[in-house]
């Protein structure tokens, strides 16, 4: 099954314990972000990656880092997370590498940073 | 920087009236809209899109138009059903000084029984 797979799903952690929340999509997609979404705000891009080794800000950049090693996985790092972070973050992947095709959503990872 | 601005934020219908939702976008290279719909406590899906050099398109309830002199683009749902009540979301792929994607604010739709 065509999937983007996010883990975990929940987690709440203390301000500036680095945490990474992974994201792995099957189906050899180039294009991968990762959005935040906070109420009224709608999704704000964070980071976005075109291919393996090529990552680019979006709009909200601050306070997460990236990587894309391989084309599958593009995990989300917090080095020290702050509780301005707290939000629902979504992993999505798309088959052009522009990122002008449908995007596939994960189911989310709702972290609280206390 | 670019943006996306959705109106409106908040929409109620009747059973079977139509909705629409409007967007406008400021980054002029921009060339593809999509539109998401989230149902509550679901990730976002793929409901219509639409390309720059396409004026319009639909599939069955669901429409799209867009005007790019205007940098406008509208969702337009009819006959409108208890099931499309969720959050509708806009979308430009930006072209300048990268390759974002930036969404609108969101569009939370009621459809009454």
């Known amino acids: 099954e065509a999937q983007v797979t996010q883990n975990p799903r929940y987690l709440i952690t203390v301000t500036g314990k680095k945490l990474t929340v992974t994201c792995s999509q099957n189906?050899?997609?180039?294009?991968m972000s990762w959005y935040r979404q906070d109420p009224g705000l709608g999704l704000r891009q964070i980071y976005y990656s075109m291919n393996v080794e090529v990552t680019d800000k979006g709009d909200v950049p601050e306070g997460y880092k990236v990587s894309r090693k391989e084309k599958r996985n593009f995990p989300l790092i917090l080095e020290s997370p702050s509780p301005n972070q707290t939000s629902l973050y979504f992993c999505?992947?798309?088959?052009?590498?522009?990122?002008?095709?449908?995007?596939?959503f994960g189911q989310g990872t709702r972290l609280t940073v206390v | 920087g670019e943006n996306v601005e959705q109106h409106p934020s908040t929409l109620s219908v009747q059973e079977g009236d139509s909705a629409v939702i409007k967007c406008t976008y400021s980054?002029?290279?921009?060339?593809?809209f999509p539109w998401y719909k989230q149902e509550l406590g679901k990730r976002p899906q793929l409901i219509i899109d639409i390309r720059s050099n396409v004026g319009e398109k639909k599939d069955q309830r669901i429409a799209v138009t867009l005007n790019k002199t205007a940098k406008h683009f509208s969702l337009h749902i009819t006959e409108t059903q208890p099931e499309d009540s969720a959050v509708y979301f806009c979308?430009?792929?930006?072209?300048?000084?990268?390759?974002?994607?930036?969404f609108g604010a969101g569009t939370r739709l009621f459809v009454k029984a």
């Open positions: 189906m050899n997609h180039e294009y």
């Open positions: 980054d002029s290279a921009s060339n593809y």
């Open positions: 979308a430009a792929m930006g072209r300048t000084g990268g390759f974002k994607t930036i």
């Open positions: 999505a992947s798309s088959s052009g590498v522009e990122g002008n095709t449908e995007a596939f």
